[in-house]
Structure formats: structure tokens, C-alpha cells
């Protein structure tokens, strides 16, 4: 099993970028960047490449609205250049909120804009011409080839690999199943190594049913809080915000995906209930409500052995790479954990 990390800079991105020289060394597989509404992924993704020689790097996501197909595919190849092949490209639908919200884009047709970026992505990377030929789900030129000033073109540059590995955050049915067709590595969130085949058993496998066998076997990269000590309650807590903030705060009444996801877990009681304290301003309320049978099957927490038991409970459910989100502590904790876990990871 794999071991990554997101990188965490809300203390600062230069603070965070010394701190993983520390953690590539301990045996870190993978740092993912996130984004949001913050700071762009790829500006950061360019700097690390610069200063780390070993660990791998990821954007985690980069929605695919934000940006047109061909520009991602532009982005990707030189971040892989920079990074001398060390490069996936993290892709994801986001939501309405981030979409519209902070974009401004309609948010439509997730999973054919999906489809759509991932296959003009490798159109370019194998530096074959791209020809928007008729009405698309991101470039909607009128049939006939637009305004007939178009010119078909290919990358310039021979990118340094012509399969970029491209991971698809996912957590719905159909979205899942596009991952399981389609993509190198999936990433879903709040996984439950006990529920997962039941949840996302059936996309997978119809996914899988019509997967090209040249993309070899999927990946499963999840991301996990973990936290290894004693106070098992206490460590526990800190994944409890959140928890909250996405399953009751993370979209509106019914365009929540992780709230429908606690639910196609069997809580929905308590997901609708999180859901109302979280949007009513209630926020500790909400993460208290959080069941704790939920909170325990999603996080790995506790003293080694039971981490040991965890981490295999994982890999048992099909995980190959843990993304970690080390609870609470500080450069020291993060950098033990990290270092256990590599000793722990089969």
C-alpha cells in the first residue's frame, strides 16, 4: 500500500513545503494538492516539483469546469514535464456550490464533460490533433466547425509521457462507474472499508465489465484522518469537524454528496439531523451528532495495533494508496505518523 499526504498549508505554504522535504525522506509515496476556493493547485504543484526529487505529485481535484479540456491537457503536460514524470492529474466534478458559486459556470452534465475532458486530455498527450467538429459538452461550437476559423492542432511540445495517470474523484453511482471505466485511480471520501462493496460494489463492477484492459487494473487512493496514540476518544474527536462540514455543510438541501452518501450508508436519521444543525449555524452540535460507529469506520485511530488492523481492513477493501489527514498535532506528529505507518504498511 501506498501512503500520501494533502498537503496541508493553511499555516503557510512555504512552512508546509519545508515540512514535506522532511516527510519525502520518511518515505512518503505522494503529496495531492487540493482545490477549492483557494490558492490554484497548479502554481504550488509547479513549486514542488522544483523541490522535492522523489514523491510523487497530484492535484486533488482540479474541478472540470474551471478550465477548458484542452488547457487541462496543456497543464498536465508541463507539470509532468517539470515533475520528470512524476505528475497524475486529479480530476473532479466539485459542486454546485464551488461551480456556480465561486466560478460562475453552469453546473451540467457532469459525467459527459467528464468523459469528455479525460478523452481530449489523452488526445493530446498522444499528440494527436484535436477537431471540435460539432456541439460538445465544454466547447459547444455549432456543427459545422464553428465560426470556420478553427484550425485543428496538436501539442506543440512531446510531452515526457504520453499516458498522464488521471485520478477521478468520485462518489456517486454513475460517477463511480465512469471512474471504474475510464480512469488510473479512483478517490472516493468517507470510505468504509465495511460498506464500500455495498455501496459502490455494483457501479464498479459495470464500470470494471467495460474498462479498456490497457489502462490496466484500477487504483483505489482514499483519503483517511488518522491519528496514533491512546487517547483514542480524544484523536477520534478531531475528525469530527470535518465530518460535519461536508456531510451537513458541503451544498444545499439535496445537492449534498456526502450527506446522500452517510445515507446510502444506512444514516440517514442522523444525516438529516446533521444536516439541519450544520446549515442553522450549530456546528459543534452538528459534529457531536455524528454516530460513532460512522466516525470509527472512516478514520484510522488508536495505538499501532489497532492502526496495524485498520490499515489492513482497508487494503482488504481494495485501498492502494492512503491519503492521510494527520488529526490535530503538528510537524513532529505528522512526521511520526508517517514513519510509523511506512513500518506498519505492509
Known sequence: MR???????????????????????????????????????????GYLAAVTERVELASCILPIYSRTPALTAMTAAGLDFVSDGRFTLGLGAS????????????YDAPLGRTREVVEICRQVWRRERLEHDGPRYTVPLPAGRGTGLGKPLKLINHPVRERIPVLLAAIGPKNVELAAEIADVWQPVF???????GVWGEALAAGAAVRDPALGPLQTAVTVT???????????HRARPSMALYIGGMGARGKNFYNELACRY?????????????????????????PDELVRAVTIVGPEGHVAERVAAFAEAGVTTLSLSVA?????????????LRRLVP
Open 191 to 197: 470510505f468504509h472499508p465495511g460498506k464500500a462493496a
Open 3 to 45: 501512503l500520501g499526504l494533502q498537503l496541508d498549508y493553511s499555516g503557510g505554504f512555504t512552512e508546509a513545503v519545508a515540512e514535506l522535504r522532511d516527510l519525502e525522506s520518511a518515505g512518503l509515496d505522494t503529496v495531492f494538492v487540493p482545490e477549492a476556493y483557494s490558492f490554484d493547485a497548479v502554481s504550488q504543484l
Open 328 to 340: 490535530g498535532g503538528g510537524r513532529e506528529e505528522r512526521l511520526r505518523t508517517v514513519e510509523t
Open 95 to 106: 459542486g454546485p456550490q464551488v461551480v456556480e458559486g465561486w466560478h460562475g459556470v453552469a
Open 226 to 236: 488518522v491519528a496514533i496514540g491512546d487517547d483514542v476518544e480524544e484523536l477520534r
Open 266 to 290: 444506512g444514516y440517514e436519521e442522523a444525516a438529516r439531523e446533521v444536516q439541519d444543525l450544520y446549515l442553522a449555524g450549530r456546528k459543534d452540535e452538528a459534529a457531536a451528532r455524528l
